[in-house]
Structures are given as C-alpha cells and as structure tokens.
C-alpha cells in the first residue's frame, strides 16, 4: 500500500499463475470507497513510488515480455510505458526525478515524468549480467551488487556506488564473507554519511559493514548476535541478550551501555536461522526495549537515546506478537497474546 494525498493505493496481486492478474486501485483515505481501479496485464516483479506522486512498477506477462510503468497515483493513469526484456526479475528504484531499471548488463535512467532516457551505463564489472543486481537509492548514489567472476572460475561478490546523475562508477569494494552469504536486501542507508551491508550470516550472529558513501571504505565494522539498527541518534547494537549499546554512526565509538533487568527473545526478521531483529523501537528521545522470559510476562522498559538512562519500566499482560509501533499523540501500540488459566 502507499499513500499519496487524499489515497490510499493498494496493489492486489494474484498469488500464483492462473488467476486473474494483478489490480492498483486507488482508495479514498477518509471513507475506503474507490476512486479509480487499473488492471495490471501482468505479474508485478518490482515497484517504487516516485517523489511527485507516481509509481513505478516491472510488469511480466505469461508470455515472457514486460514493460516497465509510471503511474500517477491521484489518476490511476498510466504516465509511461517502456518494454523491457530479461531472463531474470530485477527491481525497479527511484531517486532525483528518475526511475533506474537494469537488465542485460546494462543500466538505464528514465526521466520519471516522461520517459524520456537520461543515461545508459553497461555493467561490465558485472560480467554474469545485470538481472542478478540488487540495489538501492540513497544520496544521490546508486547501490548495486552482484557476483564478479575471477580468475580460476571464483566468483565474488562486489558493491557498486554510481552516481544517480549521470551512471558513472564512483568506487568499488570486494564483500568479504566468513558464513552464509547475506541476502541483498541487508543493504540500507543508516544516515547521509554511512551505508550498512550484511556481509555474512554465521552461527554467532551476523557482520555488518558500515561504508563511507563518498569512497566506498569500511569506516567500521559491527560483528553481533543480532543486525544493528538505526536510530536518530546513533546505531544500536547489542553484545549479548543482556545488554544494548548505543553506538555513534560515523566512527562506531560506544557513546552508552545498558544492562537489562531480563534478557530478550529476538523477533525473526528473515528467512535465515541466525536473522534476528533487536526488539528496540526508537520513539522520540527514547529507546523502548521489549524484554522477556520463557514463563513470565514481557517487560517496555524505556532509555534516553541521549545517555542510556531508563526513565520507565512497565510489565505487559502477556507476550508480545509483533513488534511495537507508534500512533500520532505519543502513543505505543502493541499486540499480546493474553495468558489465561482455565481450571478443570
């Protein structure tokens, strides 16, 4: 779902060939009544909406063909249409006035608004193609990764940083693995100056690198149980299930340490054994921390972002099912499961 303006857009897709295709229908946001409806010919394979209100969208039909879309969400009208050909499914991203799409081995930048082409790069430090390229658009750079393939028949993996304005490589850095290569969707932009990369699943824990957007070198390096995340204020890490650590983003010097009163079970966030989520949520100046036992009540205990000091501590009548989210006015908004004790 996305939202622009007055609407709600939800895209509805059949969940496997044979069944009818896939629909964006506009919502009214206040009453839910619809307000345009487009069929899609197709399977969408990637989406990503636009700064001024469209929507990008990689269409594959039964027949092996595509097109790659823009459409203006306060229409439901279909702004540009390219066809696209590959063997593979990559995906669709967007940044300064331009959707980015590769396939072939070559990398291509359409005016949003038009169509029009503003560039084409070939990814020839890419040699197995560009349909295995997963990336990502943050600060004016493009984020592409992929297998190189050396000499002797050994593949390795390599991140790209282009520029979003005119398709040139700024850098390239090799991705040195210890474990399980990590999935591309572990690339994330932490704040203007820094980009994080899973590099490596393994049995402890996971390896993140942070990298300097403008070159492309490691700044520093996280190797935890549980992937770091972001907040305003720094990067959250945490040695162990007893403690969280409040890092500064730039340089990875621990500003602060807190020691739990209980330990935590991780929330699963992916597809791998060791993928676990921190369960913290950053609200406002605070840290709110789920903590929990295997036979007792979970715990919200809340840290200033700023120091690490816990300024609250509530118990939860039962146990957490999703992770916390946040309502205008200040509010947390959590869902339990209730404990109950039926006697026989």
Known sequence: MWRWQNLIIVLTSAPRPGLPPAVLTGLDASTGQPRWRLPIGGSVEGSS?????????????????????????????????????????????VGDGAVLYAANSQLTSYDDRTGQVRWTETLSA??????????????????????????????????????????????????????????????????????????????????????????????????????????????????GPYHITMRDTLTGQTRWNARLTRGWLPLVAGPWPTSWALPVFPAGS????????????????????????????ITIPGRLTAPLSAVPGGMLVYTVIAQRIVAP
């Open 49 to 93: 909406p636009t700064a001024d209100g469209g929507l990008a969208i990689s269409i594959w039909s039964n027949l092996g063909d595509g097109a790659l879309d823009v459409v203006d969400l306060s229409s439901g009208q279909v702004r540009w249409t390219v066809p696209i050909h590959s063997d593979a499914d990559p995906p669709v991203a």
């Open 126 to 239: 890419l040699p197995g193609g560009a349909d295995e390229v997963v990336w990502q658009a943050a600060a004016g750079l493009l984020y592409l990764t992929g297998s190189v393939e050396q000499a002797g028949g050994q593949a390795v993996q390599v991140l790209l940083g282009i520029s979003a304005a005119d398709g040139r490589k700024r850098w390239r850095v090799v991705l040195r693995f210890t474990g399980i290569r990590a999935p591309p969707e572990s690339l994330d932009p932490y704040a203007p100056g820094l980009m994080s990369f899973t590099t490596s699943y393994y049995s402890g824990g996971t390896s993140q690198d942070e990298l300097d957007p403008a070159t492309g070198r490691i700044r520093w390096k996280v190797v935890s149980p549980y992937p770091a995340i972001a907040t305003p204020t720094g990067i959250v890490t945490a040695p």
């Open 286 to 313: 605070l840290l709110v921390v789920r903590t929990a036992s295997q036979d007792g009540p979970d715990l919200l205990a809340a840290f200033r972002m700023s120091d690490g000091h816990r300024t609250w501590q």
